[in-house]
Each structure stands twice: as C-alpha cells, then as structure tokens.
C-alpha cells in the first residue's frame, strides 16, 4: 500500500473515534477505539464475558498496523507487548488485516 494509503487509513481511524471498529465475528468479539493522539483501547469479550480490556498504542509503518498495549485490566495482556497486523485493505466503511497467525480479519466500522 502506497504511504498516502497508509496516511489516509491513519486519519480515517482517528477521525472515525470517534474511530471504533469490531471485529465481524461473534465470538471473540473484540470492539476497538483508535484515537487520533496514536492511542487505542479495546476489549475482548467471548460468549458475554469480558476476557480482557486493555489500553496501548498505534502507528502505521509502511502496510503493517502496529500496536504496543500499555495496560490490561484483566492482566492477560503484558504491559510492553507488541502485535504487528498487515493491512490488506482500507476502505471508508471497514479494513481488513493479515494477522500474525495468518489468519484474515475484516474490522467494519461501528457508530
């Protein structure tokens, strides 16, 4: 993805949340919040039940969206842990990423 892709992505997330996104599934639900500031929180809830609600930090490298949490609630989630998620495809209305398993999430999103 061109960096003007990348830019554009970046403002929409933080423009949007404002910016909140969910995963498509049902189960993990994971709602998340991306702020402008380059913050973020979200939470994972499975079969109703809060699993973890953590707070970290954003920013867009080339094609990979890049995150270090800062906190979890729950303490599932290391404070210092990083993930790193490719992104395939931006769109107005949803992205998708390539997870570091491989797997395809579409994040659509929630107002």
């Not at 933080?14 to 702020?35: E, T």
């Not at 490298?61 to 790193?84: F, H, K, M, V």
Request: charge should be positive; charged fraction near 30%.
């Amino acid at each position: 993805m061109s960096d003007g892709v990348m830019c554009r992505f970046a403002i929409e997330l933080s423009d949007q949340c404002r910016g909140r996104v969910a995963l498509r599934r049902q189960n993990p639900r994971l709602p998340l919040c991306f702020n402008r500031d380059g913050s973020f929180k979200g939470e994972v809830v499975y079969h109703a039940k809060l699993i973890s609600k953590f707070t970290g930090r954003w920013s867009v490298d080339g094609d990979a969206l890049l995150y270090t949490y800062i906190s979890d609630e729950l303490d599932r989630i290391p404070a210092g842990a990083t993930d790193r998620d490719k992104l395939l495809s931006v769109h107005r209305e949803f992205f998708i990423i390539e997870a570091a398993d491989g797997s395809k999430r579409k994040y659509l999103r929630v107002r």
